[in-house]
């Protein structure tokens, strides 16, 4: 059997605009009336959190963090912008998203880009880690149900 040998010179990892971009995608993808009330989210692609976000966490590495999201959510008190206040924000890091979609490969980069981005975004609409989980395994338990 011959192997095949492909050039591998002309390939290069996704940059932050290409993840940026993924992500603005799955953004204007959304279905209303979610895609209305995250109009005001802003995303942002950084290589890696933070220390002190890491540390936050308890997290050993950069690794272990792919999404962020930062602000006041729409049902949390204050959920009304006001003078100062920083946008709410999802932050998705490039390295980590890179490394999980490389070590599962039964997902595509954009699926992965996709799944983060709305995981954060359940975070602005007041839904828990636990609630996304729960939300997530029902999702799983029809689809393969």
Request: proline content about 4%.
């Amino acid at each position: 059997m011959a192997v095949s040998k492909t050039d591998w010179s002309g390939f290069y990892a996704p940059t932050l605009d290409d993840i940026e971009a993924i992500a603005s995608q799955a953004l204007a993808d959304l279905p209303e009336p979610f895609k209305s009330l995250a109009a005001d989210v802003t995303c942002a692609v950084a290589e890696f959190a933070e220390d002190d976000v890491l540390e936050g966490f308890g997290m050993k590495s950069p690794f272990e963090l792919m999404g962020l999201f930062t602000g006041i959510g729409l049902t949390e008190d204050g959920a009304v912008p006001q003078t100062g206040q920083l946008p709410n924000t999802v932050f998705l890091y490039r390295r980590a998203i890179l490394d999980y979609w490389a070590e599962n490969d039964d997902n595509t980069l954009g699926e992965v880009v996709t799944h983060v981005l709305i995981h954060e975004l359940g975070h602005h609409f007041g839904f828990s880690d636990d609630d996304m989980e729960a939300i997530e395994a029902a999702a799983d338990a029809e689809e393969h149900g």
